[in-house]
């Protein structure tokens, strides 16, 4: 009996090890039961805890400075931001990195899911207003329990935050005897019915930037500068498609924002690379509380409320965004220089 009570705790063990990295959400080197695709289970990010921020009073922020920045893509130290790449195929399959995810493939997948609350950039009733999305007023939920498979209305709202409606057809519909359908239009004249524009999903090789709300602060009690990330929000181009078929660009476009104590739950047990060491893949909740990324000031908190493009420009806008950078950056050092 005793032997048998053994036996039951050792394949229970071993049942636990292979089926631990399954209970989360991010790709782990378990491609089937049994097999362990590498020397070991890569369990430390999957599993770990959240590990939370210092306390901070009121009373011990002697300085702080709000500042708005974005994450330029393009750049090689942002790359573990962007890659790897996913793609959604023409049946709609999603396909994702096997060994990782891109920064967007986690938010996209939490989103859809209903974990992560998104936040649209604008008001819903004034599509045309100003886009204070980064205040974070306008949360976009679905029902209690449901997410963007079971919920038609979440679904539909999402649709305008996660892709957009490709080129319309020059093919009209055709009736059951072959020929092109038509109906009566506004001006009282026929024109032909065209199949309804389908929708094209974003997907991480159309994110160029993310864009950063956050704060810097010196907290007298640890006696050290620091800053907390507040929201983050991923942009793309903002195309327009032409009636010649080309496609302009006319600027970018924050697609949503998010709330980043909340993001951190989630990029906690997610990999991203590093390219000096295998062994040492960090989370992205790491990579962002270390820093490892370059980001360009585009807006401060000021008596004005204005982005730098508003009065400086070019390589001008530049020199802006550097020497806001050295402001912060000369605060701890000024405390301590008497």
Not at 65 to 82: S, T
Not at 224 to 231: E, T
Not at 324 to 334: A, G, P, S
Request: proline share 5%.
């Amino acid at each position: 009996m005793k032997s048998l009570f053994v036996s039951l705790i050792a394949i229970g063990s071993i049942t636990a090890l292979y089926a631990q990295p399954e209970l989360n959400g991010g790709p782990v080197n378990v491609p089937a039961d049994g097999i362990v695709d590498g020397v070991y289970i890569k369990e430390n990010i999957p599993t770990k805890k959240l590990i939370p921020y210092e306390y901070v009073r009121e009373a011990d922020v002697i300085w702080s400075q709000r500042a708005w920045e974005y994450i330029d893509l393009r750049e090689k130290i942002n790359h573990p931001l962007y890659y790897p790449l996913d793609e959604i195929t023409t049946t709609g399959a999603w396909i994702r990195n096997a060994e990782r995810w891109s920064l967007w493939t986690v938010i996209r997948n939490h989103v859809l899911n209903g974990d992560l609350r998104l936040f649209s950039p604008f008001s819903l009733n004034n599509l045309f207003g100003e886009r204070d999305g980064d205040q974070l007023k306008y949360p976009i939920d679905p029902q209690p329990g449901m997410n963007f498979y079971t919920d038609s209305a979440y679904r539909e709202q999402l649709v305008y935050y996660f892709g957009q409606l490709g080129p319309q057809s020059d093919i009209p519909l055709t009736d059951e005897f072959g020929e092109p359908m038509v109906k009566m239009g506004k001006d009282g004249f026929e024109e032909f019915v065209y199949p309804p524009r389908d929708t094209v999903w974003f997907t991480s090789k159309d994110i160029i930037q993310y864009r950063i709300k956050e704060d810097w602060f010196f907290d007298k009690e640890r006696s050290q500068l620091d800053v907390r990330i507040i929201a983050i929000a991923p942009v793309v181009l903002d195309k327009e498609a032409s009636a010649d078929g080309t496609t302009s660009v006319r600027g970018t476009k924050e697609l949503f924002w998010l709330y980043f104590p909340h993001c951190r739950f989630i990029f906690n047990n997610y990999f991203t690379y590093n390219d000096k060491n295998d062994a040492q893949w960090m989370s992205y909740d790491d990579l962002f509380w270390k820093r490892r990324f370059n980001a360009t000031v585009y807006k401060k908190s000021s008596v004005y409320d204005r982005k730098i493009e508003t009065y400086r420009t070019g390589i001008d806008a530049l020199y802006e965004s550097q020497k806001i950078k050295e402001e912060i950056r000369t605060i701890e050092h000024d405390v301590w220089s008497f």
